[in-house]
């Protein structure tokens, strides 16, 4: 009876998590279709209301690397749960700004308090499911699958709830829901038994740099965040360029991706432990077929399934880099997370720079070519360097 009260507990818990995750995705991807509202509204130029995009993605970058130690140092919990506050409060603040630099003020605090929910979720997830891999990947995966569906719906549920009402009603929205998330968490997120500051001693970075396995696996975020987020902020434009539809049915489409993130993150641990670590390589191989003909589709439903497939394969493979680095620096879980997702982001920022110049002179088939090619790679590489832990792991047990 009690096994079965702390199975429900978690599964409330990781469903919470997942929901936040869709949230704080989504209030990010959800500002694009807004933009041109904001620059009217507030009678400057669209590209000085586009920094108001930025100034929500640079801080989160930054502070990414910060509340991974300070869960470590200080309790993973009580760190989520003070920063699902503070980043409800200033999403919601995002519907009462008045100029550009109030504007850019409150984004910047709502991505600053937004990076912590991430990371220490992630390290958090290790905590809860101690030492079972296949139950961390399982709940990584479903939580990283409800991340990128919201960032993937988010453009049709911000084009949507600014038809109905206005710009200011998507940073609203957001908020609120955020809010209520954050204080079901007080109730239901407990501090794991596991978190504990005993033993961990040290600059954490230090310990983590001086890993070598630990930089050779988080490296490989950086093409995953290359293949598949560098490309994937192209897609809604691209998809509305072969298809004509607005941006709410443009939402839809996209959440094919979501969808195969959702569903494919739910068994990613099971599969990997049916299958090995040739579910690298098959992951690759397959998301290299899908992606590699989506610039020449010009069928919705063609464009749905490479989607979906793609989304599914992605998510077979970054969960399982995450929950392996989780794995090689234990007492410093928050750390590998934010090291992780720094990778990710690195990742998803050169892939955008370079994708842009790409299709401006070459179009959007070489764009998905290249990302086929490397989410190919990051498989392969991923395969080799699972194999080369496990031989290491062999030999410091004989």
Same mark, same amino acid.
């Given at each position: 009876?009690?096994?079965?009260? %702390?199975?429900?507990?978690?599964?409330?818990?990781?469903?919470?998590?997942?929901?936040?995750?869709?949230?704080?995705?989504?209030?990010?991807?959800?500002?694009?279709?807004?933009?041109?509202?904001?620059?009217?509204?507030?009678?400057?130029?669209?590209?000085?209301?586009?920094?108001?995009?930025?100034?929500?993605?640079?801080?989160?970058?930054?502070?990414?690397?910060?509340?991974?130690?300070?869960?470590?140092?200080?309790?993973?919990?009580?760190?989520?749960? *003070?920063?699902?506050?503070?980043?409800?409060?200033?999403?919601?603040?995002?519907?009462?700004?008045? %100029?550009?630099?109030?504007?850019?003020?409150?984004?910047?605090?709502?991505?600053?308090?937004?990076?912590? *929910?991430?990371?220490?979720?992630?390290? =958090?997830?290790?905590?809860?499911?101690?030492?079972?891999?296949?139950?961390?990947?399982?709940?990584? $995966?479903?939580?990283?699958?409800?991340?990128?569906?919201?960032?993937?719906?988010?453009?049709?549920?911000?084009? =949507?709830?600014?038809?109905?009402?206005?710009?200011?009603?998507?940073?609203?929205?957001?908020?609120?829901? /955020?809010?209520?998330?954050?204080?079901?968490?007080?109730?239901?997120?407990?501090?794991?038994?596991? /978190?504990?500051?005993?033993?961990?001693?040290? %600059?954490?970075?230090?310990?983590?740099?001086? +890993?070598?396995?630990?930089?050779? @696996?988080?490296?490989?975020?950086?093409?995953?965040?290359?293949?598949?987020?560098?490309?994937?902020?192209?897609?809604?434009?691209?998809?509305?360029?072969? @298809?004509?539809?607005?941006?709410?049915?443009?939402?839809?489409?996209?959440?094919?991706?979501?969808?195969?993130? &959702?569903?494919?993150?739910?068994?990613?641990?099971?599969?990997? /432990?049916? &299958?090995?670590?040739?579910?690298?390589?098959?992951?690759?191989?397959?998301?290299?077929?899908?992606?590699? &003909?989506?610039?020449?589709? +010009?069928? @919705?439903?063609?464009?749905?399934?490479?989607?979906?497939?793609?989304?599914?394969?992605?998510?077979?493979?970054?969960?399982?880099?995450?929950?392996?680095?989780?794995?090689?620096?234990?007492?410093?879980?928050?750390?590998?997370?934010?090291?992780?997702?720094?990778?990710?982001?690195?990742?998803?920022?050169? $892939?955008?720079?370079?994708?842009?110049?790409?299709?401006?002179?070459?179009?959007?088939?070489?764009?998905?070519?290249?990302?086929?090619? &490397?989410?190919?790679?990051?498989?392969?590489?991923?395969?080799? %360097?699972?194999?080369?832990?496990?031989?290491?792991?062999?030999?410091?047990?004989?």
């Amino acid at each position: 009876m009690n096994s079965l009260s %702390n199975e429900k507990r978690l599964g409330r818990t990781v469903f919470l998590l997942g929901i936040m995750a869709f949230l704080a995705q989504g209030d990010n991807y959800a500002a694009a279709p807004m933009i041109i509202e904001i620059s009217k509204e507030l009678n400057i130029e669209l590209s000085r209301a586009a920094v108001s995009v930025t100034a929500y993605m640079l801080p989160f970058g930054l502070f990414t690397l910060l509340y991974g130690p300070l869960g470590d140092k200080i309790g993973k919990a009580k760190v989520l749960k *003070t920063c699902a506050f503070l980043t409800a409060i200033f999403s919601a603040l995002g519907a009462v700004v008045f %100029n550009l630099s109030s504007l850019i003020t409150v984004r910047a605090l709502n991505g600053m308090f937004a990076a912590g *929910t991430f990371p220490v979720t992630m390290a =958090l997830i290790g905590d809860l499911y101690g030492k079972d891999p296949k139950a961390v990947q399982n709940a990584l $995966g479903r939580v990283m699958g409800m991340m990128f569906l919201g960032g993937a719906v988010a453009p049709a549920i911000g084009g =949507l709830l600014s038809h109905l009402g206005s710009w200011r009603l998507v940073y609203l929205a957001y908020g609120i829901a /955020e809010i209520i998330v954050a204080i079901l968490m007080l109730k239901v997120i407990q501090v794991p038994a596991t /978190e504990s500051m005993n033993g961990k001693t040290g %600059n954490p970075y230090k310990i983590a740099f001086s +890993n070598k396995r630990l930089l050779a @696996t988080v490296s490989l975020l950086i093409l995953v965040g290359f293949a598949a987020l560098g490309s994937f902020t192209y897609t809604g434009d691209y998809v509305q360029s072969k @298809t004509g539809y607005n941006i709410l049915i443009i939402g839809l489409i996209l959440s094919c991706y979501g969808l195969g993130t &959702v569903i494919g993150g739910r068994q990613s641990g099971t599969i990997r /432990e049916k &299958v090995g670590n040739t579910i690298f390589l098959i992951a690759g191989m397959v998301g290299f077929a899908a992606w590699s &003909v989506m610039g020449w589709w +010009n069928h @919705t439903a063609l464009l749905c399934l490479s989607l979906f497939v793609y989304g599914f394969c992605f998510i077979m493979i970054q969960p399982a880099l995450v929950a392996t680095a989780q794995q090689l620096i234990p007492k410093f879980r928050g750390v590998a997370m934010s090291l992780s997702s720094f990778c990710m982001m690195i990742g998803g920022a050169i $892939g955008t720079s370079l994708n842009g110049k790409i299709i401006k002179t070459s179009g959007y088939p070489l764009m998905y070519v290249i990302a086929a090619c &490397v989410i190919l790679l990051a498989g392969i590489l991923a395969a080799i %360097n699972m194999k080369q832990m496990k031989r290491i792991h062999s030999k410091t047990e004989v």
